[in-house]
């Protein structure tokens, strides 16, 4: 009987509810275990926790007081009796200028005066054709054979029998005038029939007049723009052959925006930056339209560049220096603005002082300012963003790092 009741009390007290397990661990509330068991029956047996010695009490409260202890050793963290400052870099501030920029793109076209148009003012037949469109020539240099036709031919032989035959009259009429029988009117009439007429031979000779084969050369250094003639074509007098540009006939033609054509002038320089792969060039303005160009609706400006630095069609990036901006010249990231306006910190006496400042203009990463600046103040190129007015600061010692950007963000 004993041992079914043991029994019996085993099944209770695994039963029983973890609350009095957990009541009979802590030695202050074992007393609040109830006296009976489930359903009436004997109180639960205590388990092997309840008989194990219970911790210490001061364990509760190590691990905060540790953490504690970490965050007032941390380093760089100002200690109650200290005035906090701000870290920040500096530098003396300087009065200069950067330039003012214009900004306009454009591409390689040949000057209006750049080019030239080889024609024959005489009927015929393109023979053969010696270069190609684009090419580079040396002056001197063959372009095109050119056969006349025989009416042209003929027209030369026909000026050249013209003038034998005022030769003839002339010497006849000065015989008849040294015998007396003709006047000194008749004389001049017969110089001026053969000066006429040599006239008009030299004209056509020329013009390539009693040559059946002639050949064009090219008359000056540079490069072949358009063929419009096929070989063997038959063409008539005066029908262009070929046009050729200067090596130093070319320009970049760039769009300014009509209401930037006031500040671009002939004669300002420009910075040339090929939008392909190339060195960039140094130019200057050679002419501003006064009209908008009806294709682009934009105004042309003509570029002078070095002869032979540029190809026909290369695209460029021109920068035009239209003027200067002068004040004082700071780094982008030290102009702050509020609702107050734009100001920068300089520092007196370890605390940051506030000036309030005009923007004049920037380029790249510098801007012009002007503004009632100390020149023996140092100003604040970071860090500025966590200062006010009169509060402390301590400089950085380590150089500052150049922004890698060209312009703001």
């Known amino acids: 009987m004993r041992l079914t009741q043991t029994a019996g009390e085993l099944r209770r007290t695994a039963v029983a509810p973890s609350s009095w397990r957990a009541q009979a661990r802590h030695p202050r509330l074992a007393g609040l275990i109830p006296a009976e068991g489930v359903d009436g029956g004997p109180a639960p047996a205590m388990t092997m926790h309840a008989r194990r010695r219970p911790a210490s009490p001061y364990l509760r409260f190590a691990a905060p007081l540790a953490a504690c202890l970490a965050i007032l050793l941390l380093p760089g963290l100002p200690r109650a009796d200290e005035t906090p400052s701000v870290l920040v870099q500096t530098e003396m501030p300087r009065q200069g200028a950067v330039p003012d920029i214009l900004t306009a793109y454009g591409t390689a076209v040949p000057a209006p005066s750049g080019g030239m148009t080889l024609s024959v003012q005489q009927e015929g037949r393109i023979s053969a054709i010696a270069v190609t469109p684009g090419e580079q020539v040396r002056a001197g240099q063959r372009l095109l054979d050119f056969t006349a036709s025989a009416a042209a031919t003929s027209v030369f032989q026909q000026a050249q029998s013209a003038l034998s ?49 002639r050949t064009l050369d090219a008359p000056f250094d540079g490069f072949v723009e358009t063929i419009p003639v096929a070989q063997g074509a038959r063409v008539p007098a005066g029908t262009p052959l070929v ?167």
């Not at 000066?195 to 056509?204: G, I, R």
């Not at 540009?245 to 320009?251: E, I, M, P, Q, Y």
């Not at 032979?308 to 460029?316: K, L, R």
């Open 165 to 213: 035959l005022a030769q003839a009259q002339r010497a006849h009429t000065a015989q008849l005038f040294r015998q007396q029988l003709a006047t000194r009117d008749q004389v001049a009439q017969a110089d001026k029939a053969v000066s006429d007429a040599q006239a008009a031979l030299d004209a056509l000779r020329r013009e390539g007049g009693g040559q059946a084969l």
């Open 243 to 409: 046009t050729l540009t200067r090596l130093d006939g070319l320009v970049i033609t760039a769009g300014i925006e009509p209401g930037e054509q006031g500040r671009v002038r002939p004669g300002q320089d420009v910075r040339l930056e090929p939008l392909a792969t190339s060195a960039a060039l140094d130019g200057r303005v050679l002419r501003v339209d006064a009209v908008l160009n009806p294709r682009t609706r934009m105004v042309d400006a003509d570029i002078a560049v070095p002869a032979g630095a540029v190809m026909p069609g290369m695209a460029f990036r021109a920068d035009i220096t239209i003027g200067q901006f002068r004040g004082w010249v700071v780094p982008h990231d030290a102009v702050l603005a509020d609702d107050k306006g734009a100001y920068v910190f300089q520092v007196a006496n370890g605390k940051a002082i506030r000036v309030a400042v005009t923007p004049i203009g920037s380029r790249g990463n510098e801007d012009v300012v002007g503004g009632p600046l100390d020149a023996t103040r140092k100003l604040v190129i970071q860090g500025n963003y966590q200062l006010d007015d009169g509060m402390a600061v301590r400089e950085n010692a380590e150089p500052r790092q150049a922004n890698s950007g060209d312009g703001h963000g």
